[in-house]
């Protein structure tokens, strides 16, 4: 099959606006005046971090669905803050019945609010698990941006929670959904057995993140810094952390420990989880990780299955399987197969078909009326953002790690226990479930 140029990953906010502007349809009982669904009927909505991916992403795609109602955002910086409340307002200007937007610096007051439904959470990493609980207990549906977790504890958490309050929680993993069909498709042929036993899978992306070492830098004037680092620990102010004013790239916390998983888990939480779906383990996950030789190495860690799947981080960008009876390569912009024909046919009536998503915000709320779990729920994106951090633990710690992914545990390990999750600064406790 022809290979098409690979989309990077800042092309990928105008791919994603642009493929998802097909119309959002509402059921046709809601709809009222102007294709608008009644106030009544829509789903009520608030945001919680509004920087490039909510600027980008989040409010364009839900602001234009006849069946959902913004009502609030929340951010710890005025200027971005401000600037989506504009937002808002100015895409239901035209609309007298709609109330004016709230904005808030603490998500926390957004979340009493008992007016809104569900939140989208766009913050750094090291700010989702806490809202998610939280927005769980406070009876909210949620949306979160992946990574879905600093932590594996935290990602376990956020499935208790999830379960206990019933709540529907959507994990940012787009290429489940119809922006990136290519990924379903591969999937599913994974999964039909085109390729035969699959004995082997590589992951190409970025790798683990390190301490920040930043200097520090003056204050940004509007900008709640205390809260910004919520449980991380204190540290002096830099730009590269929380970029001043309005900014059109992402920014570089995502390097450091403290907030992020470097590169392993910003795209790993898309690319692994594409494995996990294609091995059909979104309910499980590795029970060996063995980190390279060279204790200095980014790449090389290997993650060993209970059935025998060996998967590697390392190897071309994207996902790569090998099976006894050929090879697949999915990335963005690029499907291709040896022999060829396994990627060429359609998925037959007699092979496994996923569910196809229609669109990731549009998935989200039609399980916010149905109740049924999402395309990308809390389960698969935690066990997903699990397999990265195990392996950034195996990275940082240079050490062979077994884990039962049922009990969420290492087996006979008490040291490596404690590192399933991280130190936090009071009043920031990883809440109960």
Known sequence: MKTTPRIQ????????VATLAAPAIAPATALGLGGRAAPSERITVGFIGTGIMAKAYHLPELLKMPDVQALAVCDVDTTRREQAKRRVAEAYSKETSYKVCDAYIDF???????????????????????????????????????PLTLTSAEAKRCI??????????????????????????ACEIVRSGRLGKIKSVTVGVGGPSQWCDLPEEAMEPGLDWNLWLGAAPMRPYHSALSPRGMHNHFPNWRAYREYSGGGHTDMGAHHYDIAQWALGMDESGPVEITPPEDPKATGGVKY????????????PSGCFFVGDRGTLHIDRGILKSEPESLAQEPIGKDELHLFESRGH??????????????????EAGARTVTIVHLGNLAYWNHRKLRWDPRAWTFLGDDEANKWLDNPRRDPWKLPEA
Not at 9 to 16: G, I, M, P, Q, T
Not at 308 to 315: A, C, K, P, Q, S
């Open 361 to 378: 915000h549009r998935n989200w709320i039609d399980c916010i009326r149905s109740r049924e779990r999402p395309v990308a729920d809390v």
């Open 108 to 146: 926390r007051e957004l979340l009493a609010r008992k007016d809104i439904d569900a939140v989208c959470i766009a913050t750094p990493d090291h700010w989702h698990a806490i809202p998610i609980i939280e927005a769980c207990k406070a009876g909210k549906d949620v949306y979160c941006e992946k």
């Open 304 to 315: 060993r299955y209970a059935n025998g799947i060996e998967m590697t981080h390392g190897g």
């Open 9 to 16: 990953r800042r092309s990928f906010l105008k791919a994603a």
């Open 160 to 185: 208790d929670a999830a379960r206990k309050h019933k709540r529907v929680v959507q994990t940012g993993s787009q290429q489940r959904s119809s922006i990136f069909g290519q990924f379903r498709y």
